[in-house]
């Protein structure tokens, strides 16, 4: 298990699945963790996190389309806990709906984009004053990334292909202050995302598709993000690493 004691980690959508996964798991490797959360019901990870921490962890309700209140909520967590930051996971995001070409407007588009692209270059941009040498960022992107999602989430998909470039740009960035940063690309996983946007019948068939035969699970991207951000991957950066049983190789 990666070891994070003394290091504090922002977990930027760590209200519950894949973003309570890695909150859960980087406490569980030693580290104080802060999260925000907006609609999901975060209280099952503050539970976790507090008996893995011995105390709660900072939690605010964040509304990511705010760049103010999302600047703020990364200021507040390095005012709050008197640390410099080593860990910032940036998991913020949606589909929102999915929508095909015909169906999208201007304000629509501008949305997702804000959603899930604005939100991470503000809460990035106000983590790194407070950042220390040899920390580590991970941003979530998603096998829509490289694929371009399922029906309806052209949108969705550009977004995070442009966290995929956002990704390795930073990565030659910040590589000479020692800060490293990475991605992570989910395919099939089971959260709420999947509940409420893809039917149950497509996510039998994908999962049949699947060389693992199923779909994923919240705590083995959380895994992954660990590792990423922790010292065993010291000299892995810039990467976009797919999780998603063997359905897409790149």
């Known amino acids: 298990?990666?070891?994070?004691?003394?290091?504090?980690?922002?977990?930027?959508?760590?209200?519950?699945?894949?973003?309570?996964?890695?909150?859960?798991?980087?406490?569980?490797?030693?580290?104080?963790?802060?999260?925000?959360?907006?609609?999901?019901?975060?209280?099952?990870?503050?539970?976790?996190?507090?008996?893995?921490?011995?105390?709660?962890?900072?939690?605010?309700?964040?509304?990511?389309?705010?760049?103010?209140?999302?600047r703020a909520f990364i200021n507040e967590v390095a005012n709050e806990s008197g640390k410099q930051i080593d860990i910032l996971v940036?998991?913020?995001?949606?589909?929102?709906?999915?929508?095909?070409?015909?169906?999208?407007?201007?304000?629509?588009?501008?949305?997702?984009?804000?959603?899930?692209?604005?939100?991470?270059?503000?809460?990035?941009?106000?983590?790194?004053?407070?950042?220390?040498?040899?920390?580590?960022i991970v941003n979530l992107s998603s096998q829509a990334g490289r694929d371009g999602g399922g029906m309806g989430s052209i949108a969705y998909g550009a977004t995070k292909g442009a966290i995929m470039t956002f990704t390795r740009g930073l990565a030659k960035e910040l590589g000479p202050r020692r800060i490293r940063v990475n991605a992570v690309c989910p395919g099939m996983i089971n959260t709420d995302f999947h509940n409420t946007f893809t039917k149950p019948e497509v996510r039998q068939k994908v999962a049949g598709m699947t060389p693992l035969g199923r779909e994923g699970e919240a705590d083995e991207v959380g895994k992954l993000v660990a590792f990423l951000a922790s010292s065993d991957a010291s000299f892995v950066n810039g990467t976009c690493v797919d999780i998603n049983g063997g359905i897409l190789f790149s």
């Open 1 to 70: 298990m990666p070891d994070f004691k003394n290091k504090l980690a922002i977990v930027f959508g760590g209200g519950r699945d894949i973003g309570g996964a890695v909150a859960i798991e980087l406490a569980r490797g030693g580290a104080e963790v802060a999260l925000s959360y907006n609609a999901s019901d975060p209280q099952k990870t503050i539970d976790t996190c507090s008996s893995l921490m011995g105390k709660k962890p900072i939690c605010k309700r964040v509304d990511a389309l705010d760049t103010a209140a999302v």
């Open 90 to 136: 940036n998991v913020v995001g949606g589909l929102v709906a999915r929508k095909k070409m015909d169906e999208m407007d201007d304000a629509f588009w501008d949305q997702v984009f804000a959603l899930n692209v604005k939100s991470v270059f503000a809460a990035t941009q106000a983590a790194l004053p407070h950042f220390n040498e040899g920390g580590a």
